[in-house]
Structure formats: structure tokens, C-alpha cells
């Protein structure tokens, strides 16, 4: 297994451009999430999802779109890149939602806005 | 959500035991106590999880007070590649946010 998988590795944007961080996992995984890390602290939620086409907001959602047409597959959508994102984001998946249930985390995008 | 108190950063030598402490004086009846870490320029990696006996796997041990306000996450033998931003966090039972607060930057030293 591959685990879960993000892409690219590494991004910039100038402020005002649009992208798409790519998350996929061959775990069959029923539960995906996006957080976004900032220098020194911890993650942060911004979307997640229980389910193909079920998908909610987390803490920090304002700025980014998912969607989850796939079991596999979980994007994340900045619609308008501003300086305040430059950030790493990390896509993780578990089999459930559950407090009992292991979260896996992909390897992070660092993303840079200009 | 029930908040932890870990301290800021910790150090241990190599191939000594490590005992990573967590307050969570707020916890209730169904949080989990789950421990990540992150490792230099990683995404987080699950270490272990229980909710009110202690627990062992391959990687740790994790003892959790009688009263669980408060844990206590155990390397055995840290090694170098052990050196890593550890959190300590609490799940309720139908939580689908972690929340990560600062955690406890052990550094291992040879």
C-alpha cells in the first residue's frame, strides 16, 4: 500500500491564483481530512469528509473548497490564493471517523503565496 | 473540547527511557488519549491510543492515571530517530476534529 499520497510537494502562487492540492489513499478509507500547518504550531482542520459525497468544515475552513467523489480520492480547492495560506498542508484518512480509530497523515505540501 | 498541557520541550539520551507527560485535567467519560508524533518535515504519525488501561505496542507504552486526568506516553529506548514534536491529544467519541495544540519537542542526545 501506498498510503496516502499528496501532491505536489512543493507550490507557489502569486495572491489571486487558483490550485488544486491533490489527496489520494488506496486504504479504503472511509474518513478523510485537510489540516494546514503554520510555523510552529500544531495543525488545524479545514475540511473534512465521513464518505464519498459527504463532506463538512472544520476550525479553518474560510478560502477552501473539497469535494469527494471518490472513496480514493479527497482535493482541496484554494479558489483565491492570498499570502495569509502560505502554509503546509497536510491530507490524512482513517478507516472511520471514530476516537478509536488511527489517523494516517500523507507527506504535506508546502505551499507559498507571493 | 478537553484541552492537554504538555510541557514545551524535553531532552533524553540515547537509549535511555523517555516519560512524556499529559495533563488533561477535563477529560470525560468517552475521550480517547491518543498520541501522534511529528517527525522533521513530516506529516504527523500515530504512536498510540487508550482510554482508561494502559496500553504497549511496538513503538510505546501508555500509561494512563487511575483518575485519567492525566497520561504519561513511554519510549523504552529513545533512539536519535526518535527526536520528534510529540502531542498528546484527546477524542470523543464522535470527533471528527484533532486538535493539535503545541506539543512536546523531545530532543534525544547521543
Known amino acids: 500500500n501506498a498510503g496516502v499520497t499528496q501532491t505536489p510537494k512543493f507550490q507557489v502562487l502569486k495572491t489571486g491564483q487558483s490550485m488544486t492540492l491533490q489527496c489520494a489513499q488506496d486504504m479504503n478509507h472511509e474518513y478523510m481530512s485537510w489540516y494546514r500547518q503554520d510555523p510552529g504550531m500544531g495543525l488545524r482542520l479545514i475540511h473534512y469528509s465521513v464518505g464519498a459525497g459527504i463532506t463538512d468544515q472544520g476550525e479553518v475552513p474560510n478560502g477552501y473548497n473539497v469535494s469527494r467523489s471518490t472513496t480514493e480520492d479527497f482535493p482541496l480547492r484554494l479558489l483565491s490564493a492570498a499570502p495569509s495560506q502560505t502554509s503546509v498542508y497536510f491530507c490524512a484518512s482513517s478507516y472511520q471517523g471514530l476516537s478509536n480509530y488511527e489517523q494516517y497523515f500523507g507527506p504535506g505540501t508546502r505551499l507559498t503565496v507571493t | 473540547d478537553a484541552k492537554t498541557t504538555q510541557p514545551n520541550s524535553m531532552e533524553s539520551n540515547e537509549e535511555e527511557p523517555v516519560h512524556l507527560p499529559c495533563n488533561h485535567s477535563t477529560i470525560s467519560g468517552t475521550d480517547y488519549i491518543h498520541w501522534y508524533r511529528q517527525l522533521p518535515s513530516q506529516g504527523p504519525e500515530y504512536v498510540i491510543h487508550g482510554l482508561t488501561s494502559n496500553v504497549n505496542n511496538r513503538m510505546a507504552s501508555l500509561a494512563i492515571a487511575e483518575d485519567r486526568k492525566s497520561s504519561t506516553l513511554i519510549l523504552h529506548r529513545a533512539t536519535l530517530r526518535d527526536a520528534a514534536v510529540y502531542y498528546c491529544?484527546?477524542?470523543?467519541?464522535?470527533?471528527?476534529?484533532?486538535?493539535f495544540g503545541a506539543g512536546t519537542r523531545l530532543t534525544v542526545k547521543p
Open positions: 491529544i484527546l477524542r470523543d467519541e464522535v470527533d471528527n476534529d484533532m486538535r
